[in-house]
């Protein structure tokens, strides 16, 4: 088998993302509250208003956790309203911010403010403020963009529902699952960003099929244009491949209806037997089942030794997967709303257990920290289409296989049953174009095959709505231009320099709908925030041979 089945039979771990049910959007009396006086301090903060004050009172009490805590904050403030471009916006009334995230390493602290456009979220609009340890000097990054936006919507929430609900219904018949769809979270405004500066107002509308569908590729949320009704992206329910206590869970016995691909349609959850427990193996744990466990405890301790990471979501939550999902299943698959990972059993043709393969476990522990460290409003991790989407494969890649560091850069490999000689995988971040993605070309309706992009000139092109058919516009196919550029990075300045660059980025500096460009730009200042320049020439370069 050459590489070019390889990447036809799983076409990128068919991965998927199920984005939570969006917070509603804040009204426009979002404002700033200033002169917070505490512990005999005076500090401004930004904070959200009470409709959003569960997930902003935890990220505003970590941010003033202490004296010293309140003393940043109102730094972090003033450095904000020294930007003048900002602070007009600010004053004007026309943006709001509210605390979403704190990230630190020993040589940065990077604050995370969430960006409301007249009272609309603005998914990945992000201001991040970083304080240098030695020097204590900032600076100040706006991610927000500028644009000028109608945010009175044209359509009604109701038309968005029935909309949504549509193409859910059709999304779902064309997965041969049954049942309808319904509604789980009402239409909510945001303000998706565009590149050169453009925006457009649309609904994101939560929906799920009514008699509990889980498959990986069931829609989780529509995106509509808000004005014109467009189908802007449908976004799937799991993030797929192609310390904290351990647990797995079988599904071999519980009732599944599963599609042609055997993927599920649905599943009796509460039939699931527990086979491992806090790490101990019970009995009826198979071969499987240990060896979910064993990828479990790898991440765990690659993430807590390397990153000092604790768990997925650096709160010490437990590892739970799931073994014998689906019938014959070619496919792992995270899911951030079970906050559970699940393996299928292989096709038994090319591909065996997908718990045989440990940088696939490592691919999908990583979907799982790019969900929390990431997340930013509405948006849990990465937007799932286009580049940020890419951005989201690419990370769980390069991770992936620096977890397992086992000296080949092929994703995969020990997935395929028959090797031949060949080289076999799902993709090879080392050499790209070295196999192909299939996919139909609407042009002419064929299955034709086309390498993977090694360089930004060689990307797969993306028009209209961001759906299955086209790979959500081919996140997993794109994804090989950043990571290998990561790739190149990795060779240039060495792995642990490399590796605790990325990692620094991810959780410090890229917001859910960062593209390739914003992403280069933002690994460069982070570099330049922790290494020498002799170093960061090196990454510069590295990324310039991908066309970044």
């Known amino acids: 088998m050459g590489s070019a089945a390889g990447a036809a039979a799983l076409m990128e771990f068919k991965e998927t993302k199920r984005m939570q049910s969006p917070l509603r959007s804040p009204s426009p009396g979002l404002t700033i509250l200033s002169l917070l006086t505490a512990l005999g301090s005076a500090a401004s903060v930004f904070a959200q208003e009470p409709a959003l004050a569960p997930p902003g009172a935890n990220a505003f009490a970590e941010a003033l956790a202490g004296q010293a805590g309140f003393d940043r904050l109102g730094s972090a403030l003033r450095d904000l309203r020294a930007q003048p471009a900002l602070a007009r916006q600010l ?99 945001r303000v998706l960003p565009a590149p050169e500066g453009a925006a457009r107002l649309i609904y994101a509308v939560g929906v799920e ?109 437990d590892a739970v997967s799931v073994v014998h999902w689906g019938r014959r299943m070619a496919n792992a698959a995270w899911d951030p709303s079970k906050k559970m990972m699940f393996y299928g059993d292989g096709d038994g043709i090319e591909t065996g257990d997908f718990t045989l393969s440990r940088d696939v476990a490592g691919h999908e522990f990583t979907h799982a920290v790019t969900s929390q460290a990431v997340k930013s409003g509405s948006a849990r991790g ?60 609407p042009a002419s309706g064929q299955i034709v095959e086309r390498a993977y992009p090694a360089h930004m000139r060689e990307r797969f092109p993306s028009s209209g709505s961001c759906n299955a058919s086209n790979d959500r516009c081919w996140v997993h196919v794109n994804s090989t231009v950043w990571s290998h550029g990561a790739y190149r990075v990795i060779q240039a300045v060495g792995r642990a320099t490399a590796e605790r660059l990325y990692y620094a980025t991810l959780t410090q500096m890229l917001t859910p709908t960062s593209d390739f460009r914003r992403a280069k730009d933002a690994t460069l200042r982070m570099c330049g925030m922790l290494y020498s320049s002799a170093t960061c020439g090196k990454v510069r370069a590295a990324l310039a041979q991908v066309g970044l």
Not at 149 to 173: G, I, N, Q, S, Y
Not at 400 to 416: A, Q, Y
Not at 424 to 433: N, T
């Open 91 to 189: 004053q004007g009334g026309t943006l709001a911010l509210a605390i979403s995230q704190r990230a630190a390493l020993p040589e940065v602290e990077t604050t995370k403010f969430q960006a409301y456009y007249r009272g609309v979220e603005v998914l990945g609009g992000t201001v991040l403020h970083h304080r240098l340890s030695a020097t204590g000097a900032s600076t100040v990054e706006d991610l927000v963009g500028r644009f000028d936006l109608e945010v009175r919507p044209t359509l009604t929430p109701e038309a968005a529902a029935a909309l949504a609900r549509e193409t859910a219904v059709e999304a779902l018949a064309s997965l041969g699952a049954r049942g309808e769809a319904q509604i789980t979270a009402a239409p909510g405004l």
């Open 382 to 441: 990465f937007v799932y289409m286009g580049e940020s989407g890419a951005l989201d494969e690419a990370t769980a890649d390069i991770f992936g296989k620096l977890m397992v560091n086992d000296g080949s850069w092929v994703m995969g490999r020990d997935l395929f049953l028959q090797k031949d000689g060949a080289t076999v995988g799902i993709r090879d971040i080392g050499r790209p174009g070295s196999m192909s993605a299939a996919y139909r070309d």
């Open 209 to 317: 099929a009514a008699e509990n569908e889980v498959g990986a590729e069931a829609p989780a949320e529509i995106l509509v244009d808000a004005h014109s009704g467009e189908i802007v992206a449908e976004l799937p329910r799991m993030i797929a491949i192609a310390a904290p206590r351990v647990q797995v869970r079988s599904a071999a016995t519980a009732p599944q209806t599963v599609d042609g691909s055997g993927s599920p349609t649905w599943v009796d959850m509460s039939r699931l037997v527990t086979v491992v427990k806090n790490g101990a193996t019970l009995p009826g744990a198979d071969a499987s089942a240990r060896r979910a466990s064993a990828n479990a405890q790898l991440a765990l301790a690659y993430y807590q030794r390397v990153h000092r990471r604790n768990s997925f979501d650096a709160q010490g939550s």
